[in-house]
């Protein structure tokens, strides 16, 4: 009777730790939901604060770049730039789209330039390949009232779109 009564203590013991363990997860998640959701406010803004304005919904911040999978021919933003077949492929890694907000506010100022509205965000890859390996580089094409740009995901540089 002794050992029954020990191993219901036992069980016990472990469901109060098991329901403790729970409830920290359950809070860890919530303080990382609001972490991002404050992310996503300084993020709009700052580039409000820029003289830029942005709908949330414009920006991407689910991205569907995040994978490691080789992107299919309809993700590259230059169909011309497909990789020859058989090359091995690397996939670059992505920033958060907050720090690419960031990013493209610093860009316009560093080529002098400036707008007041993002219209839209394409998402893409770019590829830059050889005869051996292929480099996809996650892109955002940002379509805004002074013109088109492509900001690199993984190093954080804005260009003009058409220009490298």
């Known amino acids: 009777m ?4 020990l191993k219901l203590a036992v069980i016990i013991l472990l469901a109060a730790l098991n329901l403790c363990l729970l409830g920290v997860v359950v809070s860890q998640n919530r303080q990382t939901q609001r972490y991002e959701e404050l992310g996503r406010e300084q993020a709009l803004l700052y580039l409000e604060n820029r003289g830029i304005a942005v709908q949330e919904e414009t920006v991407p911040w689910e991205s569907s770049l995040r ?3 080789k992107p299919s021919q309809d993700q590259l933003l230059d169909q011309e730039s497909s990789p020859p077949a058989g090359v091995t492929w690397e996939v670059q890694s992505m920033r958060q789209p907050e720090t690419l907000l960031v990013d493209f506010a610093v ?3 560093e080529i002098g330039t400036s707008c007041s509205e993002i219209r839209s965000i394409t998402e893409g890859y770019t590829c830059a390949s050889d005869e051996t390996r292929a ?3 996650p892109v955002w094409q ?3 009232d002074s013109g088109t740009y492509r900001l690199d995901c993984a ?5 003009l779109a058409g220009t490298a």
């Open 2 to 5: 002794e050992r029954t009564k």
């Open 67 to 69: 994978e490691t999978s």
């Open 107 to 109: 860009g316009l100022e």
């Open 135 to 137: 480099v996809f580089t």
């Open 142 to 144: 940002i379509e805004t």
């Open 155 to 159: 190093a954080g540089t804005l260009t």
